[in-house]
Structures are given as structure tokens and as C-alpha cells.
């Protein structure tokens, strides 16, 4: 008969064996197929990208839109907004969006981070790009520029002009409209009159 305390050095053994057996086998690779309980999520019937169809008469698995269909999200009708031009296809002169505090600040981040780089933070087309080399581009406070429509802008942010590229691809449309407003307040900080100094500050300037 095994004593109490035998048996119990017996039983506190048994499992100490069973739990180093368990460690050493944790993590082996198995050679058995895996279970998929539902194998639809790991093989789905689907087409990818540029493959080849057996459906379709082409042969091509990419299709074009239906005609006279839309895409969600892609109904541009808003020229003014969407092209910055108006019903005869002119740039508009005035932004078509509520030009507040809030987006020229979104407006002076946007600018810094795209527009910066080659046209400077004051718009005076000395950016550091420049500055190693690339053409100047004009200054934003040349008179031409500062009568040109708010749309003309905007339309270059999208498509560019001669040196400067497109950046309808890196700036969302809502981001071309903030740039705009902040294009505006750079012309006027740069060409500001007294008239544009409120009048309780107008005795501080020298």
C-alpha cells in the first residue's frame, strides 16, 4: 500500500511528465491536411485582376461601365465645383465653396506640404526646389496672377501648366479649393493696404 505522500510525489510526477511531453510537442509541424471548416473563405471563385475569362465572348475579365450608368461617389454634375468652370466652360472667378478660418488653415497645410516645396511658403517662387536648381516658377503676386479667377487655380492644381505636373491624383477636390483660399490670403498679406488693417490697430504699425 502506497502511503499518502507517496502517492502523492506519485500523482505531482505523472503530471510534471505529461507537461514537459505536451511542451516538446507544442509547435511541431504536422504532415495532416489542415481542417478548413469553412474552405469558401480561403477559396473563393472569383476573378482577379487582368485574368482571362471563360464567361465573357472577349475574354476579358475587367469590364466597362455599363452605358449611361454612374459609379457612386462619381456623379460630377457641380462644374464650378468639380472643374472650377461655369455652364460656357470658363474658369469661374470666385470659389464656390464658404471660404472660413477653418479651410484656410486646411488650405496653408495642404500648400505647405505639396506647393511649398517649389513655389515657397510666401509664394514668391523660391522654394527650396529651386533653390537647387529647377525653373522658377512665376510669383504669386505678380499682378497677372492676382487677377487671374479663382478657377484658373484650381484648374491648374488639376491639371498643371508647363513645368508644374498634375496633382489631381495626389490632392482630393475638396483639398484643390482649400489650397485656393490660402493662394488668396498669401496675395494679400503681400499686398495688404492700410484700408485692410482694422482701425483700433492701425496706430501700432510703424
Known amino acids: 500500500m502506497l502511503s499518502a505522500r507517496n502517492l502523492l510525489l506519485l500523482s505531482m510526477t ?11 510537442t507544442r509547435g511541431r ?3 495532416n491536411t489542415p481542417i478548413h471548416l469553412n474552405p469558401n473563405m480561403d477559396h473563393q471563385q472569383k476573378y482577379l485582376p487582368q485574368a482571362e475569362s471563360r464567361f465573357f465572348e472577349d475574354g ?3 469590364r466597362k461601365p455599363v452605358a449611361g450608368t454612374v459609379a457612386r461617389g462619381e456623379l ?5 465645383y468639380w472643374r ?3 455652364a460656357i466652360d470658363s474658369v469661374i472667378a470666385r470659389i464656390p465653396v464658404p471660404v472660413t478660418m477653418q479651410l484656410i488653415e486646411r ?7 505639396y506647393c511649398a516645396p517649389c513655389h515657397s511658403r510666401t ?5 527650396i526646389v529651386v533653390q537647387r536648381g529647377m525653373l522658377p516658377p512665376p510669383s504669386f503676386h505678380e499682378d497677372r496672377l492676382r487677377k487671374v479667377g479663382d478657377g484658373h487655380i484650381f484648374d491648374v492644381i488639376t491639371n498643371g501648366i508647363r513645368n508644374m505636373p498634375s496633382y489631381k491624383a495626389q490632392i482630393p477636390v ?20 492700410l484700408e485692410d488693417v482694422p482701425v483700433e490697430m492701425r496706430g501700432s504699425i510703424k
Do not use: K
Not at 505523472?14 to 516538446?24: D, K, P, V, Y
Not at 460630377?76 to 464650378?80: K, Q, R
Not at 509664394?123 to 522654394?127: E, L, M
Not at 483639398?175 to 493696404?193: G, H, P, T
Open 14 to 24: 505523472a503530471c510534471f511528465t505529461m507537461a514537459i511531453s505536451l511542451g516538446c
Open 174 to 193: 475638396e483639398d484643390r479649393w482649400a489650397i485656393v483660399s490660402y493662394f488668396r490670403a498669401l496675395q494679400r498679406s503681400q499686398n495688404a493696404s
Open 29 to 31: 509541424p504536422s504532415e
Open 123 to 127: 509664394g514668391d517662387g523660391r522654394g
Open 84 to 86: 472650377g468652370r461655369d
Open 60 to 62: 476579358m475579365t475587367m
Open 107 to 113: 488650405g496653408q497645410q495642404r500648400y505647405n506640404i
Open 76 to 80: 460630377h454634375e457641380d462644374d464650378a
